[in-house]
């Protein structure tokens, strides 16, 4: 234990490091506070939690109603929709075996491809080399 430590809790300097233990009692209440509040924290994120998991629960049951009774609903909506569906095929392949056969008419004719152009090299010239410039 060092000078200090001892001379803390030694009767004969109570007087000199009264202020020095007083500032020590505080900062232990600090640490015990912090501790008490530490645990006061789990417990209510503990709370929160359970608090959590029956909100989470009763709107599950609650959208587990509401699809089972919104099944019936939708599965009469897509009947009626796949039937829509089935007619503006049938329309669709009516009008694409029409085109199909105008197509037909028009490929029969075909068009002449133009011939390519050859293109013709350039004839180039020789440069005539410079005297060199003498200095």
Known sequence: MGKRRKRLTMAKYAKKYASIRK????????IDDIGDQKTMQAQEIKLANDIKDDIVSSVAEHINTEVETGNAQLKAETATLVK???QKIEQVK???SKTTAAVKKLSATTKKTTAKKTTSKRKTTTRKKTASAKG
């Open 23 to 30: 500032n020590f009692e505080k900062m232990k209440n600090l």
């Open 94 to 96: 009516k009008a694409a």
């Open 84 to 86: 829509e569906a089935e």
